[in-house]
């Protein structure tokens, strides 16, 4: 973890005793503080650090719980996402992905698993292409696919495949699936598509999510592969709580 200077110095002068804190604090100061506070305490960096952390974790918690509350219904109902799963269902497992991702590809017989189990499940997918030029091209043709009614048969076969999710690979799957190719290139360039992936961009971003899968049940922000059996007690809480 990188830390900005200043906002270290600051860190540790919380730390200092509190004479210390009752003289003038200006920059020359805090820093002389702080070189003192080190030669006799060398533990005091780490529990800077730890404040410093800790702090920062608060402040993005506040921010993700904010999130949830004004854009919840985006996250869950978004009519430009695609829905697998119950579309009625009482719990929304809703899940952030890339096709290039090899932890996405794993965590699909976990998420398939789940629903199959469950019927009361709504699984909402948003396509995150983070990975390069082949993942926008694949989630581009993923979304497409829902004007030929293919979205759930073309996400499973492209999450089965060998190799990299590159135009190629995309249109053999495509074609494979029985989709018209000439109107999936064509439907690809409609605005809701980039719509879609915009605003994945941008709840991703504001959820504080920095990598795929990764997923919103409920309450809970989860980063990362999970397993079912994971999946299942986090479904199980949302539930709860929703009672």
């Given at each position: 973890m990188t830390l900005r200077k200043p906002m270290l110095a600051l860190a540790m002068a919380a730390l200092l005793p509190m004479p210390a804190l009752s003289q003038e604090l200006d920059e020359a100061r805090v820093k002389e503080l702080v070189l003192e506070a080190i030669r006799e305490n060398p533990e005091i960096v780490m529990e800077a650090v730890a404040l410093l952390e800790q702090q920062q974790a608060d402040a993005q918690?506040?921010?993700?719980?904010?999130?949830?509350?004004?854009?919840?219904?985006?996250?869950?109902?978004?009519?430009?996402?695609?829905?697998?799963?119950?579309?009625?269902?009482?719990?929304?497992?809703?899940?952030?992905?890339?096709?290039?991702?090899?932890?996405?590809?794993?965590?699909?017989?976990?998420?398939?698993?789940?629903?199959?189990?469950?019927?009361?499940?709504?699984?909402?997918?948003?396509?995150?292409?983070?990975?390069?030029?082949?993942?926008?091209?694949?989630?581009?043709?993923?979304?497409?696919?829902?004007?030929?009614?293919?979205?759930?048969?073309?996400h499973w076969a492209m999450m089965g495949i060998d190799g990299r999710a590159e135009e190629v690979s995309v249109m053999r799957v495509a074609e494979e699936i029985g989709l018209d190719l000439d109107q999936l290139r064509k439907d690809m360039e409609a605005p809701e598509v980039t719509e879609h992936i915009e605003t994945s961009m941008r709840l991703t971003q504001a959820l504080g999510f920095n990598g795929t899968p990764s997923f919103v049940i409920g309450e809970a922000l989860v980063p990362g592969f999970v397993e079912k059996d994971q999946l299942t007690e986090l479904v199980t809480e949302a539930r709860g709580a929703a009672e």
């Open positions: 918690a506040q921010t993700q719980a904010e999130v949830m509350r004004t854009q919840r219904d985006l996250i869950e109902r978004d009519p430009n996402a695609p829905v697998l799963g119950n579309p009625d269902g009482d719990v929304t497992v809703v899940e952030f992905f890339d096709y290039n991702c090899p932890y996405c590809r794993q965590v699909k017989l976990e998420v398939r698993a789940l629903i199959e189990e469950d019927p009361k499940i709504r699984l909402v997918y948003r396509e995150w292409p983070i990975l390069g030029d082949g993942s926008v091209f694949a989630a581009k043709a993923a979304l497409a696919a829902r004007e030929q009614g293919k979205y759930e048969e073309f």
